[in-house]
């Protein structure tokens, strides 16, 4: 089992089972309040779960931040159309490998909150979209399914109460942009994962062009909790709109990494410092990615602030998944800058042109850059390139390649420019071209 | 073309967890399925997904050449693959992939002359926070030194 020792600042709230023996089996679950939220779901109605969420003020922790409450309350009741549950576990945003130990570690408790969506929008059918790489968690929860089914958590008249409900997983072969909901919709349907057009959005027509609540799984993970304790109490461990705990990625240079639990609004300073030990080598702090690599930099004057959705874009960056990618003095901004677009340029899927163009054309640009050729005008064009995709795709993934760009551009010029003034051409080389 | 009686079964039973009608939803995990027993996504893999799958090879084509985990050609025996990623790029993996090109003698996307190893620079692979990490195969491998990747080399060669 794969999971880092606790941390006495984490509150363990969905990762309370996690070291526990035997923690993925149903027995573990059932013997720690597993399925009870379910039960008490089972006496309320549709209103009153989502209501419940509301109150809870859980956001989508896949990275958009949107309000779980609200997105489910989005799918219509009275239509004939059958209504279905996916659990976006396509996870693959750089920085970011929480919902593999939710799943390694409780997958029942994944079952379980899936399970509280069903009742809550009347779905009969759900899909659990692991990404292709993560193939031991396939087995892993379709082991743990087999159990809710033996149980009869899953399948027909689930605890004796007329309640249907089919769950299976399904597997992604490869693909960053599956992570984003139409794109895995897409991808589900047995398709090439290219973005759809919205509206309509999935709750109106999803899988299948069916109503459909499409969440992340740390956000199904967090449902069994609220039930359980109310959601009132799940909102109080955060701050005001933003519930609950979450899930904190560590990597970068700290000195130690890991997966920790802990409460929204928690300080970054003190995540880096005293979850994560510090910077590597006595080094110090020069930037933060706070989200995921889609997400702007901050800069190491800038960190001085909580992690919580509204504080982050207060500083014109997001929460984004959780993944906090620290990095020393010592970090050479203009090549994370490269390796970044790298990974936008290979991972477009080529339906919206400034995405597919944009991100081969600045993936051009940085190479010849971190190579210091170049000229300044070509750190201009950086920026100015990477803005013009903004907002001008059908789905985020032209945002997520310019945003971190454009603030390394913007907040570490000094590196680009340092780049171009210190290079000596080879010998007999001088006129030669980056060739990419 | 027949697979074994174990993936038969697999796919029998994939073909019920969609709608009615809505049964080429299988195709992306049995492609995957597939690609493990057979070795590769050869033609005849192709074809015969297609008809189970009620559609065109032409359509089975277009969806393999989106996902970067299925191939047309077979990889080595043990797929390895690096990750370079900002996570890994900034504890090593750029320098670990390099290291893995000269331990393998081979670059991305090649495979040895005796078939038994592949080598794939990989987007990231969810292990950030133990980086930097490689899969080889299905197999995580985290906070990988050159060290530790020559040791695990060394002890897939002796398997041989």
């Known amino acids: ?436 | 073309m027949n697979f074994s009686p174990q993936l038969e079964q697999k796919f029998a039973d994939l073909l019920t967890h969609y709608p009615e009608g809505r049964q080429r939803a299988a195709l992306i995990p049995m492609l995957m399925f597939a690609q493990d027993e057979v070795g590769s996504i050869t033609p005849d893999v192709v074809t015969e997904l297609a008809k189970r799958c009620g559609i065109t090879p032409l359509q089975v084509d277009e969806v393999i050449g989106f996902y970067s985990m299925l191939h047309r050609k077979p990889l080595g025996k043990y797929h390895v693959q690096v990750c370079t990623n900002i996570s890994c790029l900034l504890v090593g993996g750029e320098e670990l992939y390099e290291h893995a090109c000269k331990k393998l003698g081979i670059g991305h996307k090649q495979v040895t002359a005796d078939g038994q190893f592949s080598l794939e620079e990989v987007e990231c692979m969810g292990a950030c926070s133990w980086a930097p990490a490689i899969q080889i195969g299905y197999d995580f491998h985290h906070a990988v030194s050159p060290q530790k990747f020559d040791q695990l080399i060394d002890a897939l060669r002796k398997i041989q």
């Open chain 1, 1 to 436: 089992m794969l999971y880092n020792a606790p941390h006495p600042l984490e509150v363990k709230v969905l990762t309370r089972r996690f070291g526990l023996e035997n923690s993925a089996s149903i027995d573990t679950y059932l013997a720690t309040d597993g399925y009870k939220a379910l039960g008490k779901a089972l006496d309320m109605t549709p209103d009153d779960i989502i209501n419940e969420v509301k109150a809870s003020n859980l956001r989508g922790r896949g990275g958009a931040g949107f309000p779980t409450g609200m997105k489910w309350s989005f799918v219509p009741r009275n239509v004939d159309k059958p209504k279905y549950i996916v659990v976006n576990a396509d996870e693959s945003e750089p920085g970011t490998c929480k919902d593999r130990l939710l799943i390694e570690n409780d997958p029942h408790q994944l079952i379980e909150g899936v399970l509280i969506a069903a009742l809550a929008v009347g779905a009969s059918k759900g899909w659990i979209y692991i990404r292709g790489e993560y193939r031991y968690l396939i087995d892993i929860m379709d082991k743990a399914l087999a159990e809710a089914y033996a149980r009869g958590y899953l399948g027909q008249n689930i605890c004796g109460r007329g309640f249907n409900f089919e769950l299976y997983t399904q597997t992604g072969a490869g693909a960053y942009e599956c992570g984003e909901e139409s794109a895995l919709l897409e991808s589900l349907e047995g398709k090439r994962g290219v973005p759809r057009i919205r509206p309509p959005f999935p709750a109106v027509s999803g899988a299948f062009q069916s109503p459909t609540i499409l969440n992340n799984v740390e956000t199904f993970c967090a449902v069994p909790a609220i039930l359980r304790d109310g959601g009132p109490a799940f909102s109080a461990l955060g701050v005001p709109k933003n519930g609950g705990t979450r899930m904190f990625c560590l990597s970068g240079h700290l000195n130690v990494t890991g997966v920790y639990e802990l409460p929204m609004g928690f300080p970054l300073l003190k995540m880096i410092n005293e979850i994560g030990g510090g910077v590597r080598g006595g080094r110090k702090l020069k930037a933060v990615i706070p989200g995921g690599s889609s997400c702007p930099v901050l800069k190491a004057e800038e960190c001085d602030l909580p992690m919580d959705y509204d504080s982050l874009m207060k500083a014109k960056s997001m929460l984004g998944s959780g993944g906090v990618v620290v990095m020393d003095e010592q970090t050479d901004m203009v090549k994370a800058a490269l390796r970044i677009m790298h990974f936008y340029q290979h991972e477009s899927c080529g339906w919206c042109i400034p995405c597919r163009e944009g991100t081969t054309w600045l993936k051009k640009l940085l190479t010849r850059l971190d190579a210091g050729r170049g000229t300044i005008g070509d750190v201009n064009l950086v920026g100015d390139l990477a803005r013009n995709m903004l907002g001008r795709t059908f789905c985020p993934l032209g945002d997520a390649a310019a945003m971190p760009t454009i603030s390394i551009v913007e907040k570490f010029r000094d590196e680009f420019e340092a780049k171009l003034a210190n290079y000596t051409a080879p010998r007999a080389q001088s006129s030669q071209f980056v060739v990419v």
